[in-house]
């Protein structure tokens, strides 16, 4: 088996070669600089800007960052792993909305197709006794009776 044992998915052949973020090119220059800087609290905070050695999700470059998007840099980690703690020590949290109807947010699908999308993420809430309580809707084009 060797090290395809623990290969989650097939890699492309330039993510074997680490060469990452070959894709810039398919940006024009004002569309990385319009992303750039309307994204940059988001790029920092994730981690898709070139600092501090991050070649392989560096993906923008700042000449003259803000202090505060330096210090939000990865910043998501910090954050899962204050959540995670929280919810270890028991606290409670509000449910995970999906969006849909119960939310005021613009659908990607049709409502039907929605649905059927979520089905997945849906089924394994009920499934797992998440809390979420019996959400089977007849619209649902693939309804399995063995639910």
Avoid: C
């Avoid at 920092?44 to 840099?73: A, L, M, Q």
């Avoid at 499934?127 to 007849?138: I, P, S, V």
């Amino acid at each position: 088996m060797g090290s395809k044992a623990t290969e989650t998915y097939k890699l492309k052949e330039h993510s074997k070669l680490k060469q990452f973020n070959t894709k810039k090119g398919m940006f024009t220059p004002e569309q990385y600089q319009y992303v750039s800087e309307k994204m940059a609290k988001y790029n920092w905070y994730f981690g898709y800007v070139k600092h501090d050695n991050n070649d392989r999700t560096g993906f923008f470059e700042y000449k003259d960052p803000k202090p505060e998007h330096v210090k939000s840099f990865r910043g998501f980690r910090t954050n899962n792993e204050e959540k995670i703690k929280e919810l270890a020590d028991g606290k409670k949290f509000m449910k995970y909305r999906i969006n849909g109807a119960e939310t005021e947010t613009f659908d990607s699908f049709a409502e039907d197709e929605l649905l059927t999308v979520q089905f997945p993420s849906r089924h394994f809430a009920q499934k797992e006794k998440l809390g979420y309580g019996d959400w089977t809707d007849k619209r649902l084009k693939h309804i399995k009776q063995d639910m």
